[in-house]
């Protein structure tokens, strides 16, 4: 059964921009929404996972549980999802001075 997903995908290629484009709509830049059914969905999030390096991806998508949708995330993030007695929380990943990049 089709349902509405969220992904917000920063610092992909503009390929992977191209396909999203073809299944979600682009509703600001690097925000796509769109009703899909959850093979489509899986396989986007593959795609979109796989390209993801120093850019960060987040998939939203319905689900049966207390919230109501569950998250994946993919790249390199500050932000990750933790789950904390069935209910998903974000935490914060700190950078230490050893790994962060000069600027």
């Known amino acids: 059964m089709p349902s509405m997903i969220t992904i917000s995908a920063t610092a992909v290629p503009d390929h992977l921009r191209g396909a999203l484009t073809r299944w ?3 509703v600001t830049p690097h925000l796509y929404v769109g009703t899909v059914s959850a093979r489509v969905r899986d396989e986007l999030w593959a ?3 796989a390209c993801t390096d120093d850019g960060m991806s ?3 998508y319905p689900s049966d549980n207390e919230q109501g ?3 994946r995330t993919a790249g390199r993030r500050q ?6 007695d069935g209910l ?15 600027v």
């Open 69 to 71: 949708f569950e998250l």
């Open 79 to 84: 932000r990750h999802p933790v789950n904390f």
């Open 24 to 26: 979600l709509l682009e």
């Open 88 to 102: 998903t929380l974000v935490a914060f990943q700190t950078v230490s001075k050893e790994t962060a990049k000069p």
């Open 58 to 60: 987040v998939l939203v």
């Open 47 to 49: 795609s979109v996972a």
